[in-house]
């Protein structure tokens, strides 16, 4: 969806690398999302943002930090890559008026050497 | 977040109507029934969402019976193009933070 965008598409890094993945959206929507995405298994959710004010954990939050610098943007920060966090890596936004619905961007292919 | 069951695989042949079950036993009264399709390397995209009986757009049709403890996405005749994961989620429409995808249904199209 052109509506929401992730730079860069594909990175690779070495191990100790601090990276930043960035999402911008011109949707409008106050919710944003960060997801992981490993080959053949389904979407795990990072961290999540209901409005710029507000950060929450998601399930697999250990080793990734974020910032929501404006309503339309939100950013995934690797402190220092690890191998493991090699995978395909999504961003969302949401309306609840919508009916919640989640919106998704292109995907960012990371990869740790 | 009720969890959702649904089958690994799917094969078909184009032209064919394609029906995925979905149980989702622990369902809420305030929970709904979405249902995502990805494409390889692609961001999940929404097909479809209801609530109960029947709902109809222009790709799909979402049953869910009167219990509400299961679903079924019916895609009517498939093509190549229909090769892709679905993925049925179920959650309040209001507040579905901790979204789970699970694993999804992988579905081929077989010409």
């Known amino acids: 969806d052109a509506d929401v965008t992730q730079t860069p598409r594909n990175r690779i890094t070495k191990t100790g690398k601090r990276i930043m993945l960035e999402c911008s959206q011109t949707?409008?929507?106050?919710?944003m999302y960060w997801y992981r995405q490993d080959p053949g298994l389904g979407l795990r959710l990072i961290y999540y943002?209901?409005?710029?004010?507000?950060?929450n954990k998601g399930e697999i939050s250990d080793g990734y930090s974020v910032s929501r610098q404006a309503q339309a943007k939100f950013s995934l920060s690797l402190e220092s890559a690890i191998p493991n966090q090699t995978a395909l890596y999504f961003c969302?936004?949401?309306?609840?008026?919508?009916?919640?619905?989640?919106?998704f961007g292109p995907g960012t292919r990371l990869t740790v050497l | 977040l009720a969890k959702t069951t649904q089958p690994i695989s799917m094969d078909s042949y184009e032209g064919q109507e394609v029906n995925i079950t979905c149980s989702h036993n622990?369902?809420?009264?305030?929970?709904?029934i979405t249902w995502y399709q990805q494409f390889p390397s692609q961001g999940p995209r929404f097909i479809i969402q209801?609530?109960?009986t029947k709902v109809t757009n222009e790709v799909a049709s979402l049953f869910i019976p009167a219990d509400r403890k299961s679903s079924t996405l019916s895609l009517p005749r498939v093509s190549l193009s229909d090769t892709a994961v679905y993925y049925c989620?179920?959650?309040?429409?209001?507040?579905?933070?901790?979204?789970?995808f699970g694993t999804g249904t992988r579905l081929t199209i077989i010409p």
């Open positions: 969302a936004t949401s309306d609840p008026g919508e009916t919640d619905t989640q919106y």
């Open positions: 622990n369902i809420a009264t305030n929970d709904y």
């Open positions: 989620l179920v959650g309040p429409n209001f507040g579905n933070e901790k979204l789970t």
């Open positions: 209801g609530y109960k």
């Open positions: 949707k409008g929507h106050d919710r």
């Open positions: 943002s209901f409005d710029v004010k507000d950060i």
